[in-house]
């Protein structure tokens, strides 16, 4: 087993030199095309060469048979092979190739051809004006031999130079096919050397997969037993919390149905008590109790049922607090056993949704909430709402009066997770609260908004199952930066949401 991480980066190795060997085989090829393609352009070359210098004599011979015997049947070859030798010009130019130092020789040569070419035709003109005497001294004066014998001289330069570049393409060739013949025997045996570890290295990794097959299978049995076990325990910690909620829920709402019951009592006797005795009597015209003033005095009708009514106010205020918070902890406990649901959620539609509804707010409070572009993550869209919707609310209800209300919403990415911060610029968190405003029913700074202390609560705890974190940064009078950090794909799916 501890051979086989060596195994992939065997093979990997041994595949790359065998693709370096590939490589060097297809460059050595197209060298050696390249070399023929050169080699036949030499041989092309020199073919014109002896073609140009053999249209040259015959346009000589031509020029000179028909100034010594004015027969006009010498003109037809001098008029047929004359357009020829531009054809052969444009041939060697283009057989030669770019080569500089056979570009400048025939730069030579072409001058030389136009020489020979026009001493020819001056010669025919002489004679065909009815002076034969100045052709023939013309011909018999050496110009066109001179002329001839460079032309001569300098298609000889252009063939020696050809001839060096042959042999030096042969030796290059020769070469090329030696270091061919060599990478094709060393990819050959690098092959059979590779085909002989590949099969070593299949029947080790055989030996190792079967006895790692066997541990497995003892560790699968040994990890079964474990998650089962766990999953019992995890299973019967859930059926304690959902009972405790519904005992929590159970109690309380009890004895306020109760006090409902005694409150609407106390009402039906505050009627029967204090109005029976509306008319005249020893109490006085007005039916209140009349007592003497002093220090035994006894308080009147009219502040027993103020008393009374304070009372009943208060107990029903109570009442309504209690049943508001038993119905919170409910909400947790119900959305403790919903499942999450991954999905592709694209965060800026996610927060345009969340600055639509609350844009009627956010324009009574005159603030402004800015998004930057957020990124796209997998995950709970409606986990996702609740978290942001709640953040995002929280900075809207506590802006300062003093300053126009900013929320900025921000995202930074760092490996596989996605920070997304709030920021506002209102009221700010003590710091000796910014710990405490994630408990259940706490709440920081002035208590003059509504509200029961759950919202954070709630929030930290969404945030958790769906695999993150959350932190807040906050100076009083400046604002707060809370920020939540969610992996970019939700890790497990089976969690469940809850407090």
């Not at 037809?76 to 130019?93: A, F, G, H, M, Q």
């Not at 609407?264 to 005795?277: D, N, P, Q, R, V």
């Not at 007592?291 to 009147?300: E, I, L, S």
Request: aromatic share 4%.
């Amino acid at each position: 087993m501890a051979d086989l991480p060596k195994a992939p980066f065997l093979l990997g190795a041994a595949f790359a030199v065998l693709i370096l060997i590939a490589l060097v085989s297809i460059a050595l090829l197209e060298r050696t095309q390249g070399d023929r393609d050169r080699l036949l352009a030499t041989v092309e070359t020199e073919a014109q060469l002896d073609q140009l210098l053999a249209d040259m004599r015959r346009l000589e011979s031509g020029q000179r048979g028909y100034i010594l015997t004015g027969d006009a049947e010498f003109l037809t070859p001098y008029r047929e092979t004359l357009p020829r030798v531009d054809e052969k010009l444009t041939n060697i130019e283009a057989a030669i190739g770019g080569i500089p130092a056979q570009v400048e020789r025939l730069g030579k040569l072409k001058p030389l051809i136009q020489a020979k070419r026009n001493e020819l035709a001056e010669s025919i003109r002489l004679f065909d004006a009815g002076k034969p005497a100045e052709a023939i001294g013309l011909v018999r004066g050496g110009l066109g031999l001179r002329i001839m014998d460079n032309i001569r001289d300098a298609v000889y330069a252009i063939k020696r130079a050809n001839a060096d570049s042959r042999a030096e393409q042969y030796a290059q060739s020769r070469s090329q096919e030696q270091w061919l013949l060599g990478t094709n025997i060393a990819a050959v045996g690098l092959i059979v050397l590779l085909g002989g570890v590949s099969l070593m290295m299949i029947h080790r990794a055989n030996l190792a997969m079967r006895k790692a097959q066997n541990v497995l299978r003892n560790a699968n049995s040994e990890l079964e037993a474990a998650v089962a076990a766990r999953t019992a325990e995890l299973t019967a910690a859930n059926e304690e919390i959902q009972k405790f909620a519904y005992i929590v829920s159970h109690d309380l709402r009890s004895p306020l149905v109760n006090i409902m019951g005694f409150t609407s009592e106390l009402e039906t006797l505050k009627g029967a008590i204090f109005h029976a005795g509306n008319g005249a009597g020893p109490n006085g015209a007005n039916g209140a109790l009349a007592h003497p003033g002093g220090p035994g005095a006894q308080p009147t009708k009219a502040a027993l049922e103020e008393d009374f009514t304070e009372a009943i106010g208060f107990i029903k205020a109570s009442i309504t607090k209690m049943d508001r918070l038993i119905n919170a902890v409910l909400t947790i406990s119900r959305e403790g056993n919903r499942s999450l649901k991954p999905e592709r959620v694209d965060m800026n539609d996610l927060f345009q949704t969340i600055r639509s509804a609350i844009a009627h707010q956010a324009q009574e409070a005159e603030a402004d909430i800015a998004l930057e572009p957020l990124p796209s993550i997998v995950s709970d869209r409606l986990a996702l709402e609740q978290i942001f919707s709640n953040l995002v609310d929280n900075a809207l209800k506590y802006l300062r009066d003093d300053e126009k209300g900013r929320i900025r919403v921000t995202s930074a990415a760092h490996g596989g997770k996605v920070t997304f911060e709030v920021k506002d610029n209102g009221r700010g968190i003590a710091p000796r609260d910014q710990g405490r405003i994630f408990e259940l029913f706490r709440r920081a700074g002035t208590q003059d908004k509504p509200g029961e202390g759950m919202g954070l609560a709630h929030v930290r705890a969404l945030v958790r199952r769906l695999g993150g974190s959350i932190s807040v940064h906050s100076t009083p009078g400046e604002g707060s930066v809370f920020s939540v950090t969610l992996p970019r794909t939700l890790p497990n799916q089976s969690k469940r949401i809850g407090a």
